[in-house]
C-alpha cells in the first residue's frame, strides 16, 4: 500500500479532478480519518470530496499492523492484498472475496468479537478494534474445534466458502456453545456454499459444540 | 490383470477418509488463484458492455492510462466491431491497486450505436426479430430430429394420453470463487494461476494463442473454488490478463466480478418443450412425441435428454436451440439432464396417474433398457421406496388436509463417468520412505487428491496422510483430462493404481534377497514389508525403503479399462411441505440413491451426492436468470436476487453412496439430475395440481391453487 501513495502523491495531476470529472467524488468517505495522508491543505481534507488516505493501526489476530489506507479502503482488502510491515508482507487471503457486498459470507471475520462481513466493513472502522479472521483460529498446528470438526465430518468440498463459514460457527458457538439444529441453520444463514456442504456443516458445528463443551 | 480386490481385503477403499486439503482449507492456508499475490502484482479489471446489443464506434482510453496507479490498458474489442450481450468484453486495465483499477474503468470513454436487441426466447423466434448469430438464418438452429418404432403405431396402441408442456429456465453455476487467473511472464515463459477445471487444456489454449511451444506456459490450479462445467480453458480474461501482464511487465491478477461471473461464466440452457406421450392399458409406455427448444443465449447448443431413462418403443423428437443477446451458455453440472429429467419424471407421474397406476410400479415396468443399469435401478426403487416411506405418499394426490400439505414424489437419473485413456502419472518412492503421487490433474472440490492418496496407501500398506499427492499443475509434464463430465476418478485411478503396484513390485524385487524372501511372497501392510510365506522376514516400510541408498523407485502406470465402470443409475426420492396459503415450498427430505461402481472414499463421495442434490433444490425451487426486456440486462445478477440454497433451505438429506461393482465411476453430476423432478412430482402429490414450470416458487404454487 505504501508503494502506491507514492505514486499517487508524485504525479501532478491530482486524482481528485479524475473523480469529478467522473462524477465519482461523492465516494469519499465521511468517516473521520485518524491522521491524513496526502491530502494539500487540511480544509481540502475536510471537504469530503476527495479520497483521503489515512494511516490507522489495526490489532489483527493479535498483532498491530501500520497500515495506510484510502477512506473508501475495506477491512476485507487490508487483510487479502497483503499489509506491507516494511520488510515482509503480511497476506491475510483466508477470507474470500465472492460477493463484496454483503451477500454471502465469504469473507467473515471477528471485529471485537462479532462476526462481520469484512467487505462491509471499512477499515476506519475496524481501528482500536481486536481482528480475528481465519488464520488467527488455529493455535500453532493445533486446529481450533471448529477447524478439527470441519476436516473431520468433509464439511468442506472446493473450500472456497470455509473460512467463512469456520469463522462464523466459531462465532455462533462463541455466543450459543449448544445450538439446536434450527439454531445452527439460522447462526450460519449468512453464508453460502455453492459445492452444498451444508449438511456435514451442520454435523461438524454439533461435533466442535461438544468438543468445546457446550 | 489389475483388480480392486474383494471389498473384505480393502483396509481403506470404500472407507470414510477425511480430505487430504481438509486443515489447509478450515485454516485458511490453502491458496486458490484469487489469493495469489505476486511480488509487485497488478489488478486487473474489465469494461463490460452496459448493453445488450451495439455497435461500439469508439474506445479511448487515454484518461484511464493517465490515472496514477495505471500500468496498463488494453481494447477487447475492436471499434465497430458489435457487441452481442449486455456483459461483453470491451477493454481491459492493469492497476498497483484493485480501487484504482476501478476508477480507470470509469475513465474508459466509449460510444456505441444501440441495436435492437432481444433477451426472451418467443420474441427472438417471430419474425423480424433481430438477427443475432451471423452463422444461422434467423435466430433459431436448424432442429435435430430423432426418430425410432413407428409413432402412429405407438399412438394407436396407447389406452391413455398426455399433453404437456414443461419449462425449466436458465441456471447459472454461481462458482464461488468467479472465473480468473494471475498471469506472470518471465521473458518468454508464461507462468498462469488459473481457476480452472484444466490445467492442460488452459496451457494449451494460453500456448497457442501467444504462439510459444507448450514447455514454456505453466498453468497452476493448486486449489480452485468451483467450477461446474464452466471453467476450460483460458477464456477471454484469461488472455486479457496475460496481454496486460506482458505490456505492464508485472504479473496481473484479474478476477471476475461477481456480476460478470452471472453474465458471462456460463449457464445452463433453459428448456421448453411440448411433449404427447401414451401408455397401454397394461402400463406400457408406448409413444412419446417432442418439439421443444432451449437457449444457451448466444451459443449454440441448447440440448436436453428425452426420452429418458425408460424405455419407449416409439418416439420423435425435435430439438433446436434459439440464439438471444445473453452470454452463452457452458457446459453446467450433467448439461441437458437435470432439465430433461425434470420433464421426463413430471411425465411419467402423469401418464401413471391417468393409467390409475402407482408411479413406482410403471417406472419399474418401463425402466431403463439398458440391462446392467436396470438392475441396479431396480433395486435402488425398493431401497429408496423403503427410506423415504413411499406408503406414506397420498394416494389422491393433494388429499392432505390443513394448511401444509405434505407429498412424496421421485425422480430418475443415468450418467457415463467411466473416465477415459490419456493420463500420465508417477508414484516414486524414496529411500527415505518418502512416497510421491504426481500426475497433471485437478482437484476442483470433488475430494481426487484424497482418493489418490488413498490408493496408493492401500496399495503400500500405508495411510494416506504420508501419500504427497501433486497435482493441478503442467510443470511435472504428466498430463491428464479436464475435469468435467465426472471422468476425473475414471480416467486417474486405473493409472495411480497401476503405477502404484509396479513401485510397489520394484521395491519388493530390491528388498526381497536383502531380507532373504521371494518377491512374489512379499506383501505391504501395516507400514511393514513381510513375507506371506515366512511371516517372520518382516521389515518396517521406511527400513526396506532404507535399503534403496541412492536410488529411487520412480514407476508410471497405464489406464486400464478393467478398473473403472460407466453407465451409472441415480433414484431419489423427495418429501416435502407446501404452505398452501404462503405457496412456500419445503423440502422436508430428499433420499438419494447413486450408483458409484466401487466407491473410494465414502465420505467425500457422500459429500458429492449431498452437493449435487442441494444444487439440484437450487434448480427445483429458487434458481432462475431473469432478463429484463425492457433493457436487455439480467436482472438479478448478484447473490441476493440470483438465490442459491442457504442453510435454511436444507432438508434432510439421505445420501446414499451405493456400492454395485468393484470398478470406479466419476459421481460428481448425476446425483444433481433426480432432484427437480423428484421435486416437482412431490408438490404435485402434496397439493394435487401440477407444476410443470421451474423454479416453483411461491408465487407459481398460489396461481395454481387458485
Ligand atoms: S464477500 Fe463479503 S459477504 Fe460476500
Ligand atoms: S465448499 Fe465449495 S463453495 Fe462451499
Redesign the interface.
Known amino acids: 500500500m505504501s508503494k502506491e501513495k507514492e505514486q499517487t502523491q508524485g504525479t501532478p495531476i491530482s486524482r481528485r479532478n479524475f473523480l469529478k470529472g467522473v462524477g465519482t467524488g461523492a465516494v469519499a468517505a465521511s468517516v473521520a480519518p485518524t491522521v491524513l495522508v496526502g491530502a494539500e491543505t487540511a480544509a481540502e481534507a475536510q471537504m469530503g470530496d476527495k479520497i483521503t488516505r489515512a494511516e490507522i493501526k489495526l490489532n489483527i489476530n493479535g498483532k498491530t499492523y501500520e497500515v495506510e489506507v484510502e477512506s473508501r479502503t475495506t477491512l476485507l482488502s487490508v487483510l487479502r492484498d497483503g499489509i506491507d510491515t516494511g520488510g515482509e508482507r503480511v497476506d491475510l487471503t483466508g477470507a474470500k472475496s465472492i460477493c463484496d457486498r454483503g451477500e454471502c459470507g465469504g469473507c467473515t471475520v471477528q471485529v471485537g468479537g462479532k462476526a462481520v462481513y469484512s467487505c462491509m466493513t471499512l477499515a476506519l472502522e475496524a481501528e482500536g478494534k481486536e481482528i480475528t479472521t481465519v488464520e488467527g483460529l488455529a493455535n500453532g498446528e493445533q486446529l481450533h474445534p471448529v477447524q478439527e470438526a470441519f476436516v473431520q465430518h468433509d464439511a468442506l468440498m472446493c473450500g472456497f466458502c470455509t473460512p467463512g463459514f469456520v469463522v462464523a460457527a466459531k462465532s455462533l458457538l462463541d455466543q450459543n456453545p449448544s445450538p439446536s439444529h434450527e439454531e445452527i441453520k439460522e447462526g450460519l444463514a449468512g453464508n453460502i456454499c455453492r459445492c452444498g456442504t451444508y449438511p456435514f456443516i451442520f454435523e461438524a458445528v454439533k461435533t466442535a459444540s461438544r468438543k468445546i463443551g457446550g | 490383470m489389475a483388480s480392486w480386490g474383494e471389498a473384505r481385503d480393502s483396509r481403506l477403499i470404500g472407507k470414510r477418509v477425511?480430505?487430504l486439503?481438509?486443515?489447509?482449507?478450515?485454516?485458511?492456508?490453502?491458496?486458490?488463484t484469487?489469493?495469489i499475490?505476486r511480488p509487485g502484482m497488478l489488478y486487473g479489471r474489465i469494461l463490460r458492455s452496459p448493453v445488450a446489443h451495439a455497435t461500439i464506434t469508439s474506445i479511448d482510453l487515454s484518461?484511464a492510462e493517465?490515472?496514477?496507479?495505471v500500468k496498463a490498458a488494453i481494447l477487447l474489442i475492436e471499434p465497430g466491431k458489435r457487441v452481442r450481450y449486455e456483459g461483453q468484453e470491451i477493454a481491459a486495465i492493469a492497476a498497483?491497486?484493485?480501487?484504482?483499477a476501478k476508477?480507470a474503468i470509469?475513465?474508459i470513454r466509449f460510444d456505441y450505436d444501440e441495436l435492437d436487441y432481444v433477451v426472451d426466447v418467443e420474441s427472438a423466434k417471430a419474425d423480424g426479430a433481430p438477427q443475432i448469430r451471423d452463422d444461422w438464418m434467423g435466430n433459431q438452429s436448424e432442429p435435430r430430429v430423432d426418430e425410432r418404432g413407428d409413432i402412429e403405431a405407438g399412438f394407436a396402441e396407447a389406452a391413455v394420453e398426455v399433453e404437456a408442456t414443461y419449462h425449466a429456465p436458465v441456471q447459472t453455476h454461481?462458482?464461488?470463487?468467479?472465473h480468473g487467473n494471475v498471469a506472470e511472464w518471465d521473458g518468454d515463459n508464461l507462468t498462469v494461476w488459473a481457476s480452472t477445471q484444466a490445467v492442460f487444456g488452459t496451457r494449451q489454449n494460453l500456448a497457442q494463442h501467444f504462439e510459444l511451444p507448450e514447455n514454456q506456459v505453466r498453468v497452476i490450479s493448486e486449489?480452485?473454488?468451483?467450477g461446474?462445467g464452466s471453467k476450460f480453458g483460458p477464456g477471454v480474461e484469461g488472455i486479457a490478463v496475460a496481454k496486460l501482464a506482458r505490456k505492464a511487465g508485472a504479473p496481473v491478477k484479474l478476477?471476475l466480478?461477481?456480476k460478470a461471473e452471472h453474465l458471462v461464466g456460463g449457464n445452463r440452457p433453459s428448456m421448453t418443450q411440448q411433449v404427447r406421450a401414451g401408455a397401454t392399458q397394461d402400463g406400457r409406455f408406448i409413444a412419446y412425441d417432442l418439439s421443444g427448444y432451449g437457449t444457451g443465449g448466444i451459443g449454440a447448443g441448447a440440448g436436453f435428454t428425452g426420452p429418458y431413462v425408460y424405455h419407449v418403443p416409439n418416439y420423435r423428437t425435435e430439438k433446436s436451440a434459439v440464439a438471444i443477446n445473453a452470454g452463452s451458455a457452458r457446459a453446467m453440472r450433467a448439461p441437458g439432464h437435470p432439465q430433461g429429467a425434470f420433464a421426463m419424471d413430471s411425465l411419467m407421474d402423469e401418464l401413471a396417474e391417468k393409467l390409475g397406476m402407482d408411479p413406482l410400479a410403471f417406472r419399474r415396468m418401463n425402466s431403463d433398457s439398458d440391462p446392467r443399469r436396470n438392475k441396479i435401478r431396480q433395486a435402488e426403487y425398493t431401497l429408496g421406496a423403503q427410506e423415504i416411506g413411499w406408503h406414506r405418499r397420498n394416494s389422491v394426490p393433494g388429499s392432505g388436509t390443513g394448511i401444509k400439505k405434505r407429498g412424496i414424489g421421485m425422480g430418475c437419473g443415468l450418467w457415463g463417468g467411466g473416465g477415459g485413456p490419456g493420463t500420465q502419472a508417477r508414484v516414486t518412492i524414496h529411500s527415505s520412505g518418502a512416497v510421491e503421487a504426481v500426475t497433471g490433474t485437478q482437484d476442483?472440490?470433488?475430494?481426487i487428491r484424497t482418493v489418490i492418496a488413498i490408493i496408493v496407501a492401500e496399495e503400500l500398506g500405508l495411510k494416506p496422510a504420508d501419500i504427497t499427492v501433486k497435482v493441478g499443475d503442467t510443470e511435472p509434464g504428466l498430463p491428464s483430462r479436464g475435469s468435467g463430465g465426472s471422468q476425473t476418478i475414471g480416467s486417474v485411478a486405473p493409472v495411480i493404481k497401476t503405477a502404484a503396484i509396479a513401485a510397489k513390485r520394484k521395491l519388493f524385487g530390491h528388498i526381497a534377497p536383502l531380507i532373504e524372501a521371494e518377491p512374489m511372497d512379499l506383501r505391504a501392510a501395516g507400514g511393514r514389508i513381510y513375507s506371506a510365506a515366512d511371516l517372520r522376514l518382516s521389515v518396517p516400510w521406511k527400513e526396506a525403503t532404507g535399503y534403496l541408498g541412492m536410488e529411487t523407485i520412480s514407476e508410471g502406470g497405464e489406464w486400464d479399462e478393467n478398473l473403472r465402470v460407466g453407465d451409472t443409475a441415480g433414484v431419489q426420492f423427495a418429501d416435502v411441505e407446501v404452505d398452501t396459503e404462503t405457496g412456500l415450498v419445503k423440502v422436508i427430505k430428499v433420499v438419494a440413491i447413486q450408483d458409484c461402481g466401487l466407491v473410494v472414499n465414502r465420505?467425500?463421495t457422500?459429500?458429492?451426492i449431498?452437493?449435487?442434490?442441494?444444487?439440484g433444490l437450487g434448480y427445483a425451487l429458487l434458481e432462475e436468470r431473469i432478463m429484463d426486456g425492457q433493457t436487455g440486462k439480467m436482472l438479478n445478477a448478484?447473490?441476493?436476487d440470483y438465490k442459491?440454497?442457504?442453510?435454511?433451505e436444507?432438508p434432510e438429506?439421505v445420501?446414499i453412496a451405493y456400492d454395485t461393482d468393484r470398478k470406479i465411476t466419476g459421481i460428481g453430476e448425476p446425483p444433481t439430475i433426480p432432484t427437480a423432478g423428484a421435486v416437482a412430482n412431490a408438490v404435485y402429490n402434496a397439493i394435487g395440481v401440477r407444476i410443470r414450470e421451474l423454479p416453483i416458487t411461491p408465487d407459481k404454487v398460489l396461481n395454481a391453487l387458485s
Open positions: 477425511t480430505r486439503s481438509g486443515a489447509e482449507k478450515a485454516t485458511g492456508r490453502a491458496k486458490y484469487f489469493d499475490n484518461e493517465a490515472l496514477p496507479g498497483t491497486t484493485n480501487d484504482i476508477d470509469r475513465l454461481v462458482c464461488l470463487e468467479t486449489h480452485m473454488g468451483g461446474f478476477m466480478t461477481r476442483i472440490g470433488t475430494g465420505l467425500t457422500e459429500s458429492q449431498n452437493g449435487a442434490v442441494i444444487m448478484n447473490l441476493e442459491v440454497p442457504g442453510t435454511m436444507i438429506i445420501s
